[in-house]
């Protein structure tokens, strides 16, 4: 449904040319849920922004349904129905949630999208008039980012990092938003994450480091590689004994 072909992205910095991105190739099919992984700074969250047009390619194609949409400004893109919370959703002060669902749905607010908080965990009773301010925690503000991304109803939603700035109940709370929604929705989700909770929502996980896919896997297999590497890890392996570390980690 979504696909990168040969995806490559370069940017300036420091008035240089920098490859972040090196020939991705991808295909993200309807209704599923992937999870990308890997060492920071390796290219998921350039992945991200150039799936919703932040990056533009300089070199490949970005097919949605078979279109090619490589080209395309984030706007339009986001008419396709392609979505992307960030790690730190905005404020938008002085607006109320209903407001903020109404101009994500392009519409007046009906039963429907009343539901959508409930589909992320939120009483529609207590949110729909209140002003999204201050007082929101970091829990409510994602959970928030999430409804009105549900109210769009997109083909593609991206989340970066969605438990980064959250406490552990939010984010047990999010996990099963997550869930809810791949559930009830016929939208594919592609979340950022090293969190195991999240990574064994997945369908696939996709590892990418060094700017390229270094694998695509399913989630037994890479959660069993994971609790593998733990296991060999001599340095893990003298904290729990609590012995002195004096070995480099061998993963």
């Not at 002060?93 to 007046?108: F, N, Y």
């Not at 037994?220 to 890890?233: G, I, P, S, W």
Request: glycine share 6%; charged share 30%; with cysteine.
């Amino acid at each position: 449904m979504l696909e990168l072909k040969d995806v490559s992205v370069v940017v300036t910095e420091d008035n240089k040319k920098l490859q972040i991105l090196k020939d991705i190739n991808l295909q993200l099919d309807k209704k599923k849920i992937y999870v990308m992984t890997g060492p920071n700074g390796g290219g998921k969250s350039s992945i991200a922004k150039t799936i919703m047009g932040i990056y533009q390619p300089a070199a490949g194609k970005i097919l949605l349904d078979g279109e090619d949409i490589t080209h395309k400004s984030i706007t339009e893109r986001a008419q396709l129905g392609i979505g992307y919370a960030f790690q730190q959703p905005p404020r938008f002060k002085g607006i109320r949630v209903r407001e903020l669902l109404e101009i994500a749905s392009g519409q007046e607010l009906d039963a429907e999208n009343c539901d959508i908080l409930y589909d992320v965990g939120l009483c529609t009773k207590d949110y729909l008039d209140r002003e999204i301010n201050a007082s929101f925690s970091g829990g409510e503000l994602k959970r928030i980012e999430i409804a009105t991304l549900l109210a769009r109803k997109l083909k593609v939603a991206v989340f970066d990092e969605p438990e980064a700035g959250i406490d552990l109940w939010s984010f047990q709370q999010l996990t099963e938003t997550f869930q809810q929604i791949h559930e009830k929705y016929e939208t594919t989700l592609l979340i950022i994450s090293h969190q195991e909770r999240i990574l064994r929502l997945a369908h696939e996980v996709i590892v990418i480091d060094q700017g390229r896919v270094s694998e695509i896997t399913s989630r037994d297999k890479f959660l069993a590689d994971l609790e593998k590497m733990d296991l060999d890890c001599r340095c893990r392996d003298d904290c729990i004994k609590g012995e002195p570390v004096n070995a480099e980690c061998d993963r």
